[in-house]
């Protein structure tokens, strides 16, 4: 667990490392469509996973998210921070920003993580 880049409010977000958070992408305004693919982290101010190529610093994604135990999938928008292809490795992964999010979307994200973080404490 680490703590996130400020968002665009200047709050602070606890980021988690995930599997089980599925994301499909396009381009903004257009329909989402393609495989889901597995995330890699998330808080409740952006995202990180994998892409088929490098984007480029600022593209918009529209995004749709489904988090384990929810049956309707999130849709976001998202700003790209940061896409790279790590050595060793053959995809590459964008780290994106939540532009446009319905707040009772970003809640149930940040109530996800918390459930997490909860889960993992030892007793």
């Not at 995202?47 to 610093?57: A, M, N």
């Not at 979307?105 to 459930?115: F, L, P, Q, S």
């Amino acid at each position: 667990m680490r703590k996130s880049n400020t968002d665009r409010a200047g709050r602070m977000h606890i980021r988690i490392e995930t599997s089980v958070i599925k994301v499909k992408y396009g381009v903004a305004g257009r329909e989402v469509e393609g495989a889901r693919r597995a995330a890699k982290d998330i808080s409740g101010g952006g995202i990180r996973f994998p892409v088929d190529k490098r984007l480029r610093q600022g593209a918009k994604l529209a995004l749709e998210l489904k988090l384990p135990q929810e049956t309707v999938p999130i849709q976001a928008q998202v700003d790209v921070i940061w896409s790279a292809r790590f050595p060793g490795r053959r995809t590459y992964e964008a780290s994106c920003q939540f532009t446009r999010i319905d707040p009772l979307d970003r809640g149930k994200i940040i109530r996800y993580i918390h459930e997490v973080l909860r889960r993992r404490k030892p007793r």
